[in-house]
T-cell receptor, first 113, second 111 residues
């Protein structure tokens, strides 16, 4: 798993509540990514980071914010969770240049009721 | 819309047979990657092929890339029940900071 830990692994929350998911890496790789996976849509990029305090939007960033105050941690926040954000969220890191693969965590299953 | 689209969406074969999955994409790429996902787990990288490469092998895996047709194929030879998983292609564009995934092919290999 290239030293990637996602927490929590499962979460159930109510509509309108804030939720923060954490991705932690044990190494100091520059690039970190948040994806969501839904049936029929594959994986879609939410946000990514290319360094401390350096982040950019992905394909489906609306309703999500991210922060990276330390190299090893990349946080994904749902400011006010909606049922459409029920999904499996994956964090990934890139260990080299743009011709390097991604290494994924085992995901967080989020249910918004 | 997805950059990569896999075909077929689902594939069921017998152990020992070959499995072929195809991926089509829309824009020019730096590289194309294939990943595997077992149920309930994260994706695992299988193979990366750069835009200037046409074919690559890794064990029982063979990947081809046709940039003129904007398509790639993944061949798994002599399939095993343990190959049962979902397989995704992903493309890197714009210096590769963003990797865009297709919807995946669900492969079932029957023993």
């Amino acid at each position: 798993d290239a030293g990637i830990t996602q927490s929590p692994r499962h979460k159930v929350t109510e509509t309108g509540t804030p939720v923060t998911l954490r991705c932690h890496q044990t190494e100091n790789h520059r690039y970190m990514y948040w994806y969501r996976q839904d049936p029929g849509h594959g994986l879609r990029l939410i946000h990514y980071s290319y360094g401390v305090k350096d982040t950019d939007k992905g394909e489906v960033s609306d309703g999500y914010s991210v922060s990276r105050s330390k190299t090893e941690d990349f946080l994904l926040t749902l400011e006010s969770a909606t049922s459409s954000q029920t999904s499996v969220y994956f964090c990934a890191i890139r260990t080299g240049d743009y011709n390097s693969p991604l290494h994924f965590g085992n995901g967080t299953r989020l249910t918004v009721t | 819309s997805q950059q990569g689209e896999e075909d077929p969406q689902a594939l069921s074969i017998q152990e020992g047979e070959n499995a072929t999955m195809n991926c089509s994409y829309k824009t020019s790429i730096n590289n194309l990657q294939w990943y595997r996902q077992n149920s309930g787990r994260g994706l695992v990288h299988l193979i990366l092929i750069r835009s200037n490469e046409r074919e690559k092998h890794s064990g029982r895996l063979r990947v081809t890339l046709d940039t003129s047709k904007k398509s790639s194929s993944l061949l798994i030879t002599a399939s095993r029940a343990a190959d049962t998983a979902s397989y995704f292609c992903a493309t890197a564009v714009n210096a590769g900071n963003m990797l865009t995934f297709g919807g995946g092919t669900r492969l079932m290999v029957k023993p």
